[in-house]
């Protein structure tokens, strides 16, 4: 009996001893990996001080004829700001993370206005992508951001919001609508569809006080679009990654499964971005309408194939009560209106730090290419000029060569 005894409290020793080693081992892997990003979010929050951003007003031609593909090559100039691939010096001593741009619109009454906010030090790269291909436009760095009219706690007693982050509705890999599907529609010129002419109507119909803001945030997403749409593809074709010889019998796929393995490889053939596109409707409490909102969030339904993808507002960012979240409703809807508007006018991604996405749920940017965001955001053609769009007030040129020259 003293033998079982022994035995017994040899095993309860093992077994106790072995539960130490695991919370042990836990809680050294769980506080190695909280420093690591504390020391990462306060590195990165050092190196974002440093930086400074200038808001540039752009005002295209009145005469704008320049379909969207015009704009895929300025999106694909753009991409100069990326570093292929911060060094893990430069990341972790002195916080150095990519570089983002901020393409904005911004519509009031009096008509809509477009900007970006960008690196100083990146100035030029804009500018001479846009003259490039827009040579008519102006551009003119302004002194007070828009967003600063308004107060940093909103809402509050005198101004309310509706927001939302739109993301792809399913895996980046797969694309959405673009400008040569609509191009491709027309049959005559007069029937041309301008793709931002939908948002463009919402945008200059606003009355009194109310404000919508439109923000297409991106940064340089190297190759994360390609090595997502391998997997896809691996996916679909029956493939496994991590097996160096696949066994099985290769997988029969039909035409529409070809068909979407050919979008998902033109897709990531083109240079891509991390993005998230934000909306934002502001106006006086006593005169607050969701109306616009809806409606504007409803002009990303034409960008969805059945088969592909869409653009959907995400559920953890849009501005309406949680249906499934009785306690204090009202409360989580508050923080979820300031952190959309937080992050918008502090152009973030997501508003979370590194440490706060251990255990804090977040939405991550959409993988979209230059053809996908040249179709999202672009100038509107001179069809679509009647809807208070800001503009050049004329078309600038070089002197005629015969101009006389006083001596």
Known sequence: MEVIAGLEGYI??????TFAVIVVFLFLRFLITFSKNWWLDESQAKF???IKYIILEIKFSRDNEVFPKAMEQVFASFYQIYSFGIKPEKKWFEGQFEEKISIEMMSSKE??????????????????AIFSQYPGTEI?????????????????EQYDIMGADMILGKNSAYPIKTYPYFLGERKYEEQEIDPIAMLAEVMSNLKGNEQMWVQLLISPAGDALKDTAKKVIAEKMGKKEDSKKNEEKPKTLSAADNEVIRAIETKAAKLA???????ICIDQKDTFSGSNFKAATSAFQQFGIQNLNFIRPAALTITVPDRFYVMNKKQKLLRKKRLIYTNYIKRNFTGSTNVEEMYKKYIS????????????FHPPTKRVMTTGLGQAQSKKGAPPTNLPIEE
């Open 365 to 376: 940017p959409s993988l979209m290419n230059v053809e996908e965001l040249a179709t999202i």
């Open 48 to 50: 974002a001080a440093s």
């Open 273 to 279: 971005f991390k993005a998230i596109i934000r909306i």
């Open 140 to 156: 003119t760095e302004v002194d007070k951001d828009y967003v600063s009219e308004f107060p940093d706690d909103i809402p509050n």
């Open 111 to 128: 008509g809509i206005r477009f900007f970006i906010r960008v690196n100083k030090k990146n100035r030029s790269i804009i500018e001479s």
């Open 12 to 17: 309860n020793n093992v077994i106790l001893g």
